[in-house]
C-alpha cells in the first residue's frame, strides 16, 4: 500500500477500536464502503461477529469468516464446496490439499465433540489451508442467546493458529480473540449493553509423531487458551464492571450507608487508642 493507504488504513482501525463493538459489522461495512481499496485489507485484519450459514449439500450451519471467503462465495467445512458456486472466469477458489484436508475433518469432529460439552450448544467450523513448511488454519466458535429471550448476546470464539514444522517438533503459533455481546431490556434496569473483545497470543514447540498429533496439539491449546480468556473476563472485566457499578449506585438507603460509614470509623478510632 501506498503512504496514503497506509495512513487510510490506520486510522480506520483506530476508529475501529473507539466505536461500539457492539456495532463493529455495520461500521466496518461503512467505513469500505468510504474506501472501497480497502475492503481486503480490512476484512482481514479486523475481528467481527460470526455470521452463520446452512450448507445446502449437508445442511448443517457453519461460520463464516475471511479465511474461508473467496469473493462473495464461502467454502463450507462439511461438503468442501463454495456456496453460491464462483463464477466461471473468477477462478476457482481456494482448497486445502488432500492431507490438510483430512486434518481439517479430524479437528472439525473433535471441535464439534468439545463445544457440545463446553457450550452445550452454538457452532463450530474449522479451516485448514496449507502454508510452506507447514499449515494454518482457523477454529470458530459461536453461542447465541435464544432470539425468542428478552435478553441478547453471543460469544464468538477466534482461534488463528500456525504449525510449522520443524523435523520431530512443531511450532505453534495461536492468535484468539473473544467477541462478546451482552444485552437486556427490563422495566427496572431500562436497557443495558455490555460489549467488547479480548484477545491474547502464545507460542509453544511441540513434539508431533504423525498427523494425528496436530489435532490433539491444538486442541489441547485452544482449549486452555479459552479457559485462560474466559476467567480473565470473568474476575477481572466483569468483576472491576461490578465494582464501579456497586460505587455508583448504592442500593441500600443512603442513611443505612452512612450509618455504617459512621460506625466503621468509630471502629477504627477505638482500635487506635
Request: hydrophobic share 35%; glycine share 6%; net charge negative.
Amino acid at each position: 500500500m501506498a503512504e496514503s493507504d497506509d495512513q487510510q488504513f490506520d486510522s480506520a482501525l483506530d476508529l475501529l477500536r473507539r466505536l461500539p463493538p457492539s456495532s463493529t459489522t455495520e461500521n466496518l461495512n461503512s467505513i469500505c464502503a468510504l474506501v472501497p481499496h480497502l475492503t481486503e485489507e480490512l476484512l482481514s485484519s479486523v475481528d467481527q461477529p460470526l455470521e452463520v450459514r446452512r450448507c445446502k449439500k449437508t445442511g448443517r450451519d457453519y461460520l463464516l469468516c475471511d479465511y474461508n471467503r473467496d469473493g462473495d462465495s464461502w467454502r463450507s467445512p462439511w461438503s468442501n464446496e463454495f456456496e453460491p458456486e464462483i463464477p466461471e472466469g473468477e477462478g476457482e477458489g481456494t482448497f486445502p490439499s488432500k492431507r490438510i484436508r483430512t486434518m481439517e475433518v479430524k479437528m472439525n469432529e473433535a471441535v464439534d465433540i468439545y463445544r457440545e460439552l463446553y457450550y452445550e450448544g452454538g457452532i463450530s467450523s474449522v479451516y485448514f489451508w496449507d502454508v510452506d513448511d507447514g499449515f494454518a488454519g482457523v477454529i470458530l466458535l459461536k453461542k447465541s442467546v435464544t432470539p425468542q429471550s428478552k435478553n441478547d448476546g453471543a460469544w464468538d470464539s477466534i482461534h488463528v493458529f500456525e504449525a510449522l514444522d520443524r523435523a520431530r517438533m512443531c511450532h505453534y503459533k495461536l492468535t484468539s480473540t473473544v467477541i462478546l455481546h451482552m444485552g437486556a431490556v427490563t422495566e427496572a434496569l431500562g436497557s443495558m449493553n455490555l460489549s467488547g473483545n479480548l484477545t491474547r497470543q502464545v507460542e509453544t514447540d511441540i513434539q508431533v509423531e504423525g498427523d494425528a498429533s496436530h489435532v490433539a496439539n491444538v486442541g489441547r491449546m485452544v482449549e486452555d487458551m479459552e479457559g485462560k480468556m474466559r476467567n480473565l473476563l470473568q474476575e477481572v472485566y466483569f468483576g472491576k464492571a461490578k465494582d464501579v457499578v456497586a460505587d455508583l449506585r448504592s442500593i441500600p438507603p443512603l442513611s443505612e450507608a452512612n450509618r455504617d460509614r459512621a460506625t466503621h470509623r468509630e471502629m477504627i478510632g477505638s482500635m487506635n487508642k
